[in-house]
């Protein structure tokens, strides 16, 4: 029944979204082409899985999740755009003991309706489905690494990874400096259909069922290159 009201949630936050931005798409953007670089700020809830990997010897993860931020994207209405993006906290990883560390990575495109005002400024509202992973994994070291609790190759690199679908919904704005380069700050909320029962370790199943809660607020900051 929680699945089902979410996904009718999902559907009437979809449709509302898309009337919205199809409403706005009237104005004209500086940039046809632009890459984004940036970082992100996220406070997921680890609660059910900090208890598992403590009951099996780790130490806990920290709340935050920091992502580093890319994407590009092309407009193809006078103030409509689509785009390609990629989140991922490879470079600030969440760490525990024994070189374990989560990261989290969601790929996905995105559609944005905009409009300027006051002339170096822009407004923006967005929606994207995407493909998120989980990766917890053990970095490959000298001697074999100690991962009895959980049964993993100690060959390389010990480790499990978790895929789902997920869902994000933004707005923000950008502050365009030059006639190639703009500021860009956003805030949105994160819809993941994550399940504590799809854990994989090398494309196997494994007895490990936990529950990371990334239905959460979400605010991004970064550069644009543009042209």
Same mark, same amino acid.
Do not use: C, H, R
């Given at each position: 029944?929680?699945?089902?009201?979410?996904?009718? +949630? =999902?559907?009437?936050?979809?449709?509302? *979204?898309?009337?919205?931005? %199809?409403?706005?798409?009237?104005?004209?953007?500086?940039?046809?082409?632009?890459? +984004?670089?940036?970082?992100? =700020?996220?406070? #997921?809830?680890?609660?059910?899985? +900090?208890?598992?990997?403590?009951?099996?010897?780790?130490?806990? %993860?920290?709340?935050?999740?920091? #992502?580093?931020?890319?994407?590009? *994207?092309y407009k193809v209405y006078p103030s409509f755009r689509v785009g390609f993006f990629r989140h991922s906290n490879s470079l600030i990883k969440n760490k525990s003991s024994q070189d374990f560390s989560l990261v989290i990575k969601f790929t996905g495109i995105y559609a944005q309706s905009f409009f300027t005002f006051l002339n170096k400024f822009e407004a923006f509202f967005g929606l994207a489905p995407m493909i998120g992973k989980t990766d917890f994994s053990q970095s490959p070291t000298k001697v074999p690494a100690t991962t009895t609790p959980f049964q993993f190759t100690t060959d390389s690199e010990a480790g499990m990874y978790n895929r789902f679908l997920a869902f994000y919904a933004m707005g923000g704005v950008r502050y365009y400096l030059l006639s190639f380069l703009a500021l860009e700050g956003s805030v949105g909320y994160l819809n993941a259909f994550f399940s504590g029962d799809n854990w994989k370790s090398e494309g196997n199943e494994i007895n490990f069922k936990s529950k990371i809660d990334l239905d959460k607020p979400v605010a991004n900051f970064g550069i644009v290159l543009g042209w």
């Open positions: 029944m929680k699945t089902k009201a979410k996904l009718q +949630n =999902f559907k009437s936050l979809f449709i509302s *979204s898309v009337l919205f931005i %199809l409403l706005l798409s009237t104005a004209q953007s500086q940039f046809k082409y632009s890459v +984004n670089f940036g970082v992100g =700020f996220v406070l #997921p809830d680890f609660t059910e899985f +900090n208890t598992a990997i403590s009951d099996s010897g780790l130490s806990k %993860l920290g709340a935050t999740w920091l #992502p580093t931020t890319f994407d590009f *994207s």
